[in-house]
């Protein structure tokens, strides 16, 4: 089923239009306006108007079920409101492309340096490679990678622990190390593709040959409303190399990511005249186009597009000076921005990215997807030359996502902001080529912080060998469900009639992280 | 005592069932028959009917009504009425067990624990329902299942509100509802319509003036059969049907295809060729599904079949076969037949067999290039096609949907579902022609080679008079070795096929001496051309070593070793007998990676036979008996025109899509698609222009879309779903970008040919619908506009967001066009003696991009923006348009009446 916005949205008359409304940072959502269905009219649509409220939500204003597909009376649109009381109002996604190591990063195996040379079956723990252990990677794409590494490469770095929960964490994110009792990491991530349409599945929880569904954060989006009207609410930063761009999907465009550059100078697609338009003129311009417009509404009074274009348009006139100046760290303070090594060439780049996205907290952004890496399929496939990879990489990221986490704490933002860092697969125990780690879908390490989440938390386990998640196993939508619910969002509630979604697409919260 | 106390605490469990029980609606606990009919039934429906309803029956039970419900099924009663505790349901919903619960895992989600309260609850009751609770129909008598009648056209009071039968069928809905339609629209609007409708662009603001002059009485009708003839209508259309029929062109990594094919733009020109010469549309979907069949060796027609070419995929034949099944069910017969790959459809009588019987029709295909007249590098062009490459791959049920896991133990053969089969299909081999399985025998593609080779041996000449070398003379020598061995390998195989083609040839008979003469010469020619290649790469190592540093002289002169090594081979080669020559190439497999590993599967040859499958699916759906089809095309040209569909779940004529609103109206218009019995052009069968011509023709299509003045109308139906005044349209992305360059003169108006790639579409001002469509690479305005969706797009979404906003307000096409409108206005006005004031400006202003005058208020508040302008921007020296002039013109473009169709 389709949904789509009607270019007709009834507004009951006796609610104003409001130009423009400013909530505290600090406030969750209000509630949308919601239009009832009308009396009388035939039993077609339930409407949800969303006055100018949120940013994409404005405009759209509303949505709508079609007959048949469930009785208006069962089946309501998100009205902008958490389901119930939220731990948390924003999320920062941080997704490194390519596949992390977990053996390199987050889930010590001293026992794969141990047997190093070896084959697994020389090991005690041949039985990894069980044919119906491996049953659940399913019809990759093959392209002579994501295949059985059988001979164990030593692990690339050495493992300390950190914090009052001791947690092991590798030398190559000693900035994250700093911040171990703030974060909870799960150990016992599994998926099912074995090569980079992994990607894809993290972010939608199915298989890139199943059906496309919507990412999480087109579902955080549909779901919950705007805390802020003059920023885009989904922002995607950074490259995306190897997965579908629409987030959306069957939600609609309308919830796509906006894809933003940190550049002051230009952050937005089609942000500024791409020709000479001086501002002073463009205002003018937006000035007459609305006065226009609002002569067209005279003459058809009854068409809520119209209506939804004059404040779409004073939104965009508002988004061309508010995007920049978020983007603009001149306000930061020199230290600040030392925190997330802007100073620093290597993670320059990264840094600006993380600084932006506490910014876009701070003003309401509801979710800041962060891709790292590009090229190839992602920056940290490491099919060779792992440990210079990982290495290089990890110092790109791992001094801004340190700084990140001690900026919102301080600020007092970590409570209500998720932090998520994850990668679409882990790596191979054994080596590709004399240096590398393969794809690997049956186990990896992702770990999140910040609004409801426990801090120190080390969640499931892998076998000897990081081969397997062996305790505590979750699938990708598990990660899904685990954010919605700190959001304050049951995605079964979200669920829309015509587009069935099966149980494994709902996941299940990690209760053992939340706090 | 006992016997109230129990009546008590049933009432009691009635009461907490309801309290616990959020998600089920509120009943009235005086009529616990509501516990069945408002709450349980909906929930049994949704998670048992499809196997214990009208569709199936297992175990012989029935639970479409409770009376069913209590009666059983074949092991017995399943529900004692007011004792929870007996019957076994209660137990098999709330098993521990997933292979015992019911529904069965994968088919439903278990009755959560309020659910089965109230259940228990109902049955203590007694398990009261309404008395007249009737089953559910059989599914078989489902309108859209049911044949097509054409319906009377019904009298109506108010004859004047009718201009062709479409009238009558909407005013006689609007009658009973007691509504009036609005009266017809200006003609300026009526003008603007028709022409973004039909043709997707403007009218110039000279052909809205004549048309707006025009006293004829038929002007409008005169103006729809130009615009129906106007080949830019193939585009307009093209482009609603390229949704519809997910066209997308090739996709992959790096160069490496993986999706699509390239080329298949050459399915896209058809398309477009097909619409202007109003093909009928039954002929379209039979020349799509199976051209190779019905045409062999018409390259023309058989670019139709990039509609299933369109789905290949490298890695996998399932997602190929997936997307097949699902979008021929859908886009030809609004049938959600991919509901139905893992278990039994859950609403329509459509069995998971069915599923994979659908996909048997497409098993046995590959795709393939056909080489085109002139041009033999099939990287540079060809006809995307497919072929019947492997028939003798046997179609398996997966079980669960899960294609690890096929059921072996019995082959799925052809065959469409029974309860909608309205006549027997028969499956009958097709015999090829020998230029299908042998393409290289086609007149033109001997000729392309040479003519290749000797463009090659042209440019090289050229090269090599221009600035002579040893290296360009060399060149020249490659490209004439080049030129005879393609001439002498045509030779060779134009002589084996006169052996080939008579039959009884003796081994001495001239013809056959001269083949392997031939041959023999087209061996030596080929290791000629080897020879000079090799001469060639010894002279350029030799120039190389004669450059090098000394340090570096010792590698250059092991290079030359190899080289001149390589060369004495080949002059070897040269003199030593061979008779197998590589024949020249007619066609290309597209190679695919079904088999796991990093290389190309074994090459699949062209057969001689196609095994007839899919030509008699084509015949099932075009059957005019077909319930389906008709109904489905019918109802997306009807959305297109409209704005709204007759049936609003354009992919879904099942039980669980929305019923139509004009039942009758959707049938008239089918059976005028079939039939044609309306008078006027385009009679023939199947012609889509005649249902354009109807539409467009109505009185509904004419209407004013405003609400004014008919507040009664807009009180009983704000929805319009009765049609009493038109729908405005938001233009499509790819009607927004091609109107804002026509209005400039800067559209390029050539039909047809290469897509535009993503890195030159910013600065091309071709039609959009030429550019590369698919995901990587979608162009930001468009896409910001709610362009095509590569993967489905059945309906366009209309979103209004502010990204739309900056796209139109900042593009810099739109920022360039605004200054060629305004300079085009500003000699339109001198050359009609119409002088320079603002005033007139502005007029000629909103009727060219708006297509009409404007308002005096519009008028005043334009008049103070240009002067704000001016104050900001004065007026260049020169005389070319002053600033002011070009953004009022950028502010029309960014109106909500430009990118709406009123």
């Known amino acids: 089923m389709r949904i789509r916005f009607p270019s007709r949205i009834r507004f009951p008359s006796r609610i104003r239009f409001p130009s423009r409304i400013r909530f505290p940072s600090r406030i969750v959502a209000p509630p949308r306006v919601v239009a009832p269905p009308r009396v009388g009219a035939p039993p077609r649509r339930a409407f949800l108007a969303d006055l100018g409220l949120g940013f994409t939500g404005l405009a759209l204003g509303a949505m709508l079920s079609r007959d048949g597909v469930g009785s208006p009376a069962a089946w309501l649109p998100p009205d902008g409101r958490p389901h119930f009381t939220p731990k948390a109002k924003s999320v920062i996604w941080l997704f490194m492309n390519g596949g992390v190591s977990h053996l390199e990063s ?98 939608t929880g199915r298989h890139m040959l199943d059906p496309v569904q919507p990412t999480l954060g087109g579902w955080v989006h549909y779901g919950l409303g705007s805390v802020n009207d003059d920023l885009p609410q989904f922002i995607s930063i950074g490259t995306r190399e190897y997965w579908n761009r629409k987030d ?15 550049d002051p100078a230009n952050p937005l697609d089609f942000g500024h005249p791409q020709r000479p338009f001086a501002p002073e003129a463009q205002r003018i311009g937006f000035d007459l186009v609305g006065h226009l417009n609002r002569q067209t509404s005279i003459e058809y009074p009854d068409d809520p597009a119209t209506a939804a274009r004059i404040a779409s348009y004073e939104l965009a006139f508002r988004m061309q000076h508010s995007v920049p100046k978020v983007v603009d760290f001149a306000d930061e303070t020199e230290e600040t921005q030392r925190l997330y090594g802007l100073d620093l060439p290597h993670c320059r780049d990264f840094g600006m990215q993380l600084l932006a996205a506490r910014r876009f907290v701070e003003r309401g952004v509801r979710f800041i997807q962060i891709q790292h890496g590009g090229g190839g399929a992602g920056a940290w496939d490491a099919h060779g030359g792992l440990k ?113 979604r099966l149980a494994i697409d709902h996941g299940t919260p990690i209760d053992a992280i939340m706090a | 005592m006992t016997t109230v106390r129990a009546a008590t605490s049933t009432m009691l469990a009635v009461w907490a069932a309801l309290l616990c029980a959020a998600a089920l609606p509120a009943a009235d606990a005086s009529a616990p028959a509501l516990l069945w009919s408002d709450g349980l039934k909906k929930v049994f429906a949704d998670r048992c009917f499809a196997c214990h309803g009208s569709l199936a029956q297992q175990a012989g039970l029935r639970v479409d009504t409770a009376a069913a419900l209590v009666a059983g099924g074949a092991s017995g009663q399943v529900v004692v009425p007011g004792d929870p505790e007996a019957g076994s349901l209660l137990a098999r919903v709330t098993h521990p067990d997933p292979a015992e619960r019911m529904p069965p895992e994968g088919e439903g989600e278990p009755l959560s624990p309020a659910e089965i309260e109230t259940l228990k609850a109902w049955i203590a009751a007694g398990c009261p329902a309404p008395p007249d609770e ?56 009526l003008v603007r319509r028709l022409y973004f409708d039909l043709v997707g662009l403007p009218p110039t603001h000279e052909e809205l003036s004549a048309l707006l ?165 099939l990287e540079k062009d060809g006809i995307a096609r497919i072929f019947d490459g492997v028939p003798e791959v046997v179609t398996y049920r997966f079980i669960r949907g899960e294609d690890q896991r096929p059921d072996t133990s019995r082959p799925i053969l052809p065959g469409v579902p029974a309860p909608l089969a309205p006549h027997e299909i028969m499956i009958l081999p097709v015999a090829l022609p020998k230029s299908e399985s042998e393409p290289e025998r086609r007149p033109w593609v001997i000729e392309a080679h040479v003519a290749q080779a000797q463009r090659h041996l042209d440019a090289a000449s050229a090269a090599h008079a221009a600035t002579p070398t040893p290296l360009t003379e060399q060149a020249v020598a490659v490209t004439v070795a080049e030129l005879a061995a393609v ?111 990093s290389a190309d599967d074994p090459t ?118 009765l049609v009493w005044r038109r729908e405005p349209v938001r233009l499509e992305s790819e009607v927004i970008r091609d109107g804002v360059l026509a209005l400039a003169g800067m559209l390029d108006t050539r039909i047809g040919g290469a897509p535009v790639p993503a890195g030159e579409q910013a600065a091309s001002t071709r039609r959009s619908l030429y550019f590369h469509h698919t995901d990587p690479d979608r162009n930001a305005f468009l896409v910001t506009f709610d362009g095509a969706g590569v993967k489905e797009c059945y309906e366009r979404e209309r979103s209004i967001v502010p990204q739309q906003a900056l796209a139109l307000a900042n593009a810099g096409f739109v920022h360039d066009a605004a200054a060629r409108i305004a300079a085009g206005i500003e000699a339109q006005t001198r050359q009609r003696g119409l002088g320079s004031e603002d005033s007139t400006f502005l007029d000629v202003a909103f009727r060219t991009v708006l297509g009409r005058p404007p308002q005096a208020a519009e008028a005043a508040a334009s008049t103070a923006a240009v002067g704000r302008w001016r104050n900001l921007e004065p007026a260049p020296a020169d005389g070319s348009v002053e600033p002011a002039r070009i953004h009022l013109v950028w502010a029309l473009l960014n109106h909500t009446d430009f990118v709406t169709l009123r």
């Open chain 2, 604 to 721: 699949v040859p062209f057969p001689t036979t196609s095994t007839g499958r899919r030509s008699a699916l084509a015949g099932w759906i075009t059957d005019s008996r077909n319930p389906l089809t008709a109904r489905v095309a019918a109802n997306h040209i009807w959305a297109r025109h409209m704005g709204q569909p007759l049936v609003a779940t354009v992919f879904d004529f099942g039980r669980k899509g929305t019923p139509p609103s004009h039942p009758e109206l959707l049938d008239w218009l089918a059976s005028e698609l079939v039939e044609g019995t309306a008078a006027g052009p385009h009679a023939k069968p199947w012609s889509m222009k005649r249902i354009h011509r109807l539409i467009v023709n109505s009185a509904a299509y004419r209407a004013s879309s405003s609400t004014a003045g008919n507040p009664e109308a807009l009180r009983i139906d704000a929805d319009n779903r």
């Open chain 1, 388 to 500: 210079a990879n990982h290495q290089g990489l990890s110092l790109a990221v791992d001094q801004p996502i340190g700084g990140l986490l001690e900026d919102l704490a301080r600020r007092g933002l970590l409570d209500e902001t998720i932090v998520l860092f994850a990668s679409e697969f882990g790596r191979t125990p054994g080596t590709q080529g004399a240096d590398g780690r393969d794809h690997h879908p049956f186990a990896f390490s992702v770990w999140m912080a910040g609004g409801g989440i426990k801090g120190g938390v080390v969640h499931g386990a892998t076998d000897e060998l990081g081969f397997h998640a062996v305790e505590d196993r979750h699938y990708v939508t598990d990660i899904h469900a685990t954010i919605l619910k700190a959001l304050g969002l049951d995605s079964r509630t979200l669920e829309i009639p015509g587009r069935k």
């Open chain 2, 134 to 189: 009737q089953p559910e129909r059989d599914p078989r008598d489902h309108w859209a299942f049911r044949p097509r009648v054409r319906p009377v056209v019904p009298a109506v009071a108010h004859p004047d509100r009718v201009r062709n039968p479409i009238d009558a069928f909407l005013e006689d809905a609007r009658g009973r509802a007691g509504i009036a339609p609005q009266p017809e629209a200006p003609r300026q609007l």
């Open chain 2, 213 to 377: 002059a025009d006293t004829s009485p038929d002007w409008y009708e005169l103006l729809v059969e130009r615009l129906l003839a106007d080949p830019r209508h193939g585009e307009r259309w093209g482009r609603h049907w390229m949704d519809v029929w997910r066209y997308a062109d090739w996709w992959g990594l790096g160069d490496q295809l993986r999706n699509s094919q390239k080329h298949i733009w050459h399915w896209r020109d058809w398309i477009i060729e097909s619409l202007n010469d109003d093909t009928g549309y039954d002929e379209m979907v039979r020349l799509m599904l199976a051209a190779d069949e019905l045409h062999p060796d018409d390259l023309p027609k058989l670019r139709a079949t990039g509609f299933l070419a369109r789905n290949w995929f490298l890695f996998n034949r399932t997602p190929w076969m997936d997307e097949t099944v699902e979008h021929v069910s859908k886009g030809l017969l609004g049938l959600t037949m991919n509901c139905a790959k893992c278990h039994d459809h859950k609403y329509d009588p459509l069995r998971q067999e069915d599923y994979y019987r659908l996909r048997a029709f497409f098993e046995p295909l590959h795709a393939r290039i056909d080489v085109l007249p002139g041009e033999p590098d």
């Open chain 2, 487 to 597: 001439e002498r390998r045509g030779t060779a195989m134009r002589s084996a096929w006169a052996v080939e083609d008579s039959s009884g040839v003796a081994a001495d008979d001239p013809r056959q001496v001269a083949a392997k003469e031939s041959a023999a010469e087209a061996v030596r020619a080929e290791r000629q051309l080897v020879a000079v290649r090799a001469q060639g790469t010894l002279l350029e190592s030799e120039v190389k070593l004669a450059a090098a540093s000394d340090d570096a002289k010792a590698a250059f002169e092991k290079v030359v070793a190899d080289s001149r090594n390589a060369y004495e081979q080949a002059l070897t080669a040269v003199a030593q007998p061979g008779e197998a020559f590589t024949p020249l190439v007619g066609a290309r497999w597209t190679p695919t990676r079904f088999r796991n590993s």
């Open chain 1, 106 to 203: 987050f889930d010590h195996k001293p026992e794969v340096t141990k047997h190093a040379g070896k084959t697994i079956a020389e090991t005690p723990y041949a039985d990894v490679q069980n044919p119906a252990k491996l049953a659940l990677e399913r019809a990759p794409v093959p392209d002579a990678n994501g295949l059985q590494r059988n001979v164990l490469y030593p692990l690339q770095t050495s493992f300390r622990r950190h914090g009052q929960s001791g947690m092991e964490i590798s030398d190559f994110f000693p900035h994250t190390a700093r911040n171990a009792d703030r974060i909870a990491v799960v150990r016992s991530m599994w998926t099912t593709d074995s090569n980079h349409g992994a990607q894809t599945q993290f972010h």
């Open chain 1, 248 to 262: 959306g999907m069957y939600l609609g465009p309308a919830h796509d990511a906006v894809p933003l550059r940190i």
